[in-house]
């Protein structure tokens, strides 16, 4: 091939195909390879939403698998379709080895908003558009409305409400909004929070003297977007404020979208002029989706990643896994993976042979509370503590000892167990599996102590 540098990236592309099927996603291929100068090896996202994915979950990995193809010690970077690939880098402060701060790169700030008490937008997933969001019946009027909003912000729903159980699209319909806005209206002024980081921000500003920033900064969004509004919580000066700031916003004809596991008046604690404010625009439900929405969602889910799943195969898993969608996500990574390792196109046979563990993997044969109790006994911390920011040892252990067990013995997601433990990155999660992993074989306690657990709660160990 006369081309080196899409020479490297090819061989990188099989590479992480073959070995980190988690993080692949089909558009993986519309990257560009740049090239290499002073040891970083420069890739070009096709959009911006998808340099902030491969920014976040992929530098690390992309660099190993790089070093793995190329035996050279180089560090991938990411650049949007827009910015500039440097001529030369300088080498100053650039390369991110490992342990190594990163950062000290001029990346665009994201959104004219990064300000000391005001964090960074949440991640967007470029996989959730609408496009790939299944209408069925029982999400058709949601999607209706976040299309509606997306369209034309400060419609007359707002504020959208969605709600519904987990796992049933509603970060996703969030997400499309966000998409979607950026892509018809690029100056939009956008911010995608959690209830939690947005009153992490507001008590900072509170705290810092700086209220009337934030409160400017609050004012001068087009649309805000606030995903799992039930973990609203605070002091009651923060909740004061929190409502003040959500009525300006809301009188200034601004969008605000929410999302929610349950219906404003079935929230705890929430007080009533704040459920009066939620109900005021539309609210709106999802629900598990059907057999036939089902089978169209696996399908598109494999698409997305690159694999075809023939069309009695895809009825089969449907009728299997039914309780939500991340579950069917589940049956595809594992069906990915069982492809990868035996390169074999699916199959109905090879897909019921390995959903037969799937279903069984699905059936919750431990609680995550016991699982968890366990844990927090053993090292004597507390479940509030796990859930925390707190980064010492005595608390960042157990912490890791609690995500493994959750990975290695109930269904959930590296995302869901993240997320329930303090809104942490899928990345987090994996490490701290590798980690604890490769604990157990040096530390004959710890090693003993998840044997204990296993056998108690009768689980096969890995
Ligand atoms: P929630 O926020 O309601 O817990 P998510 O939006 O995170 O759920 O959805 C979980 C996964 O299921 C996501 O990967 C999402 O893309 C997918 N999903 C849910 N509903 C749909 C749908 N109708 N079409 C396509 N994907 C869906
Ligand atoms: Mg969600």
Redesign the pocket.
């Known amino acids: 091939m006369a081309d080196p540098d899409r020479e490297i990236w090819e061989k990188v592309l099989s590479h992480l195909r073959a070995h980190e099927h988690e993080i692949c996603r089909q558009w993986f291929d519309d990257i560009e390879p740049i090239g290499v100068a002073d040891g970083v090896y420069r890739l070009r996202a096709p959009q911006d939403v998808h340099r902030n994915y491969l920014e976040k979950h992929c530098s690390e990995v992309f660099s190993a698998a790089v070093q793995s193809v190329t035996e050279r010690l180089l560090t991938v970077r990411f650049i949007g379709p827009m910015d500039a690939a440097p001529q030369h880098a300088t080498g100053n402060g650039h390369s991110k080895t490992n342990g190594k701060p990163r950062k000290q790169v001029i990346v665009p700030p994201v959104g004219a908003n990064a300000g000391p008490s005001w964090r960074e937008s949440l991640p967007v997933s470029p996989?959730?558009t609408f496009d790939?969001?299944?209408?069925?019946q029982e999400?058709r009027l949601a999607h209706a409305a976040a299309k509606a909003v997306a369209r034309d912000a400060g419609c007359e729903y707002n504020p959208l409400f969605i709600y519904?159980?987990?796992?049933?699209?509603?970060?996703?319909?969030l997400q499309a909004i966000w998409l979607e806005v950026k892509a018809t209206r690029p100056d939009a002024n956008i911010h995608y929070t959690s209830a939690e980081g947005f009153t992490t921000d507001l008590q900072a500003a509170m705290q810092s003297g700086q209220l009337a920033d934030f409160r400017d900064r609050v004012l001068n969004l087009d649309l805000l977007i606030i995903?799992d509004i039930q973990f609203l919580t605070g002091r009651a000066s923060t909740r004061e404020e929190f409502f003040h700031t959500f009525n300006n916003l809301h009188q200034a004809g601004r969008q605000i979208v929410l999302?929610s596991d349950a219906p404003p008046d079935d929230i705890p604690d929430l007080e009533s002029r704040l459920v009066s404010r939620f109900k005021s625009g539309l609210v709106i439900d999802?629900r598990p989706?059907v057999f036939e929405?089902r089978i169209e969602?696996l399908k598109?889910?494999a698409s997305i990643r690159g694999l075809t799943i023939p069309d009695d195969a895809a009825s089969f898993i449907a009728q299997h896994v039914q309780r939500?969608?991340?579950e069917?996500?589940g049956a595809i990574t594992r069906l990915q993976m069982i492809q990868q390792l035996d390169g074999r196109r699916l199959s109905l046979e090879s897909v019921r042979e390995s959903l037969g563990e799937t279903i069984k993997e699905l059936k919750p044969q431990v609680s995550t509370d016991q699982l968890i109790a366990s844990v927090t006994d053993y090292f004597n911390v507390r479940l509030p503590d796990l859930q925390s920011k707190r980064r010492q040892k005595s608390i960042a252990f157990p912490r890791q000892v609690a995500m493994y067990l959750l990975r290695q013995h109930t269904r959930f997601s590296l995302e869901e167990i993240g997320g329930y433990f303090g809104g942490r990155d899928h990345t987090t999660v994996m490490h701290a599996v590798r980690t604890i992993a490769r604990k157990r074989t040096e530390d004959e306690t710890l090693d003993h102590f998840i044997e204990s657990v296993e056998q108690r709660f009768g689980l096969d160990a890995e």
């Open positions: 996989d959730h790939n969001f299944i209408v069925g999400n519904g159980g987990v796992g049933l699209g509603k970060t996703h319909l995903d999302s999802v989706p929405t969602i598109r889910k939500n969608v991340r069917l996500e």
